[in-house]
Nanobody
Framework: QVQLVESGGGLVQAGGSLRLSCAAS????????MGWFRQAPGKEREFVAG????????SYADSVKGRFTISRDNAKNTVYLQMNSLKSEDTAVYYC?????????????????WGQGTQVTVSS
């Protein structure tokens, strides 16, 4: 079992930045590929970014490439999402997720563990 707790969400103006954190506890964090997903009202949960469990390979949704950066610190059992140049369409609840695999997946159904989510609101 892995427990995930997100933090760092909030209200920001368009063009601003936020840094989300996801602290993991339980099983060995470095055994898990990690992902960030988001869900806006009335929309499906969508992949934002992912990072592999060991070599730091990353993957991003086209909508956030060049603006968002995912990273992880295995010593701190934490994964981060740095979000820059935020847009109103980035407004959503952001979730981190873990899967016991080397590889990233863009499909939320492939993740076993989820945090409770943190709200990000971007005002235009």
């Amino acid at each position: 079992q892995v427990q995930l707790v997100e933090s760092g969400g909030g209200l920001v103006q368009a063009g601003g930045s936020l840094r989300l954190s996801c602290a993991a506890s339980g099983r060995t964090f470095s055994n898990y590929a990690m992902g960030w997903f988001r869900q806006a009202p009335g929309k499906e949960r969508e992949f934002v970014a992912g990072i592999s469990r060991s070599d730091g390979t990353t993957s991003y949704a086209d909508s956030v490439k060049g603006r968002f950066t995912i990273s992880r610190d295995n010593a701190k059992n934490t994964v981060y999402l740095q979000m820059n140049s935020l847009k109103s369409e980035d407004t959503a609840v952001y979730y981190c997720a873990a899967r016991p695999s080397i590889f990233i997946s863009g499909d939320f159904r492939n993740y076993n563990y989820w945090g409770q989510g943190t709200q990000v609101t971007v005002s235009s």
